[in-house]
């Protein structure tokens, strides 16, 4: 069983004067695990050893100063996440800019108040945390969406494509960066209910029976259930494309007959994404169709199948989807 001592994330101090270390020794000691150094030197080997959650760091110190330990910590893949704090007592506007223009996180001037040190410490911390759960998040996203291909007949490659292209349309639409993002993310997860469908009705080669397309039809509502609540916002949106994808805009869709803007953005984003990389890629029950054709397709559901803004939307940032599509080609 860890310790305490273990369970507790980690910072490394480094200063090259023995009682500054000892200051934010007694200030941070009891809430954290503390490793120490008094050189930059010393400082890059202890990172090599040992991943710290945190980094205090002096600017000023013989040999490599702090600016240039930052500097290496954020040239390094393994390093450069790590949030670094200078702890100084340079207080000039030209220092502070600099240090934040190397990778610094934040600047605290000496002599220190306990009170603004454990504040920062906290709220770095804190990031780091949900980060690392975001990351893991997004992990658990990604296998499941790699599992779901195991019970289709679509590509890895399809899935990237028509996740970038929901972004491309995402971000042309007007949200932003992290929103267009987070469907990035979540569009993978768009099929994970057919991991419910029997193989039956997945692999069957031949067109399906009106029985057999009823059971495929609660595909959605099974990755729904898959997905289930979750306190995570890039689940939850993977849950709301994963149940409205196959809405229609005129309601003839499934599996709730959503009309309209009753079906959320992002499932009318990935509707469209969907099909289109759909007809133009090929696949053992049917050939790739052209550009052309599926673009015309496409213009000829608006207003049925597809949101009327979202078609022009699409037509608008066809090259860019293009690019994309020529990008990831199936093997």
């Given at each position: 069983m860890l310790s305490d001592q273990n369970n507790k994330q980690q910072i490394l101090v480094v200063d090259d004067e023995p009682a500054n270390l000892r200051v934010l020794k007694k200030i941070l000691g009891d809430l954290y695990r503390l490793t120490f150094a008094k050189s930059g030197e010393e400082a890059l080997r202890l990172v090599e050893r040992e991943l710290p959650d945190l980094i205090l760091l002096d600017v000023?110190?013989?040999?490599?100063?702090?600016?240039?330990?930052?500097?290496?910590?954020?040239s390094q893949p393994l390093s450069k996440s790590i949030p670094v704090m200078f702890v100084t007592a340079l207080s000039d506007e030209v220092d502070e800019a600099k240090g934040f223009e190397v990778g610094a996180v934040d600047y605290i001037t000496k002599p220190v108040s306990p009170a603004v040190?454990?504040?920062?410490?906290?709220?770095?911390?804190?990031?780091?945390?949900?980060?690392?759960?975001?990351?893991?998040r997004l992990q658990v996203i990604q296998r499941l969406g790699r599992a779901s291909e195991y019970k289709d007949n679509e590509t890895g490659t399809h899935i990237l494509r028509m996740s970038h292209y929901s972004k491309v349309m995402a971000l042309a639409y007007g949200l932003s960066e992290n929103a267009a993002d987070n469907l990035l993310h979540a569009a993978p997860m768009h099929d994970i209910g057919k991991i419910g469908i029997p193989d039956s009705i997945m692999l069957k080669p031949d067109k399906l029976t009106a029985e057999e397309f009823a059971i495929m039809q609660k595909h959605?509502?099974?990755?729904?259930?898959?997905?289930?609540?979750?306190?995570?916002?890039?689940?939850?949106?993977?849950?709301?494309?994963?149940?409205?994808?196959?809405?229609?805009?005129?309601?003839?869709?499934?599996?709730?007959?959503?009309?309209?803007?009753?079906?959320?953005?992002?499932?009318?984003?990935?509707?469209?994404?969907?099909?289109?990389d759909a007809l133009t890629s090929k696949r053992p029950y049917k050939d790739a169709w052209s550009v052309d054709k599926a673009v015309d397709l496409i213009k000829s559901q608006s207003g049925i199948h597809f949101d009327p803004e979202l078609v022009t939307l699409f037509a608008t940032c066809l090259p860019a989807i293009l690019e994309i599509r020529a990008r990831w080609q199936d093997d």
């Open positions: 000023m110190m013989p040999g490599m100063t702090g600016f240039d330990v930052c500097q290496v910590l954020k040190v454990k504040a920062r410490v906290r709220t770095h911390l804190s990031l780091v945390q949900a980060d690392e759960l975001r990351r893991t959605p509502e099974i990755g729904a259930e898959i997905l289930g609540d979750s306190d995570s916002d890039l689940i939850e949106l993977a849950k709301i494309v994963a149940l409205t994808h196959h809405e229609k805009w005129d309601g003839s869709g499934y599996p709730k007959g959503l009309k309209g803007a009753e079906i959320p953005l992002e499932g009318r984003i990935v509707a469209v994404a969907d099909v289109f």
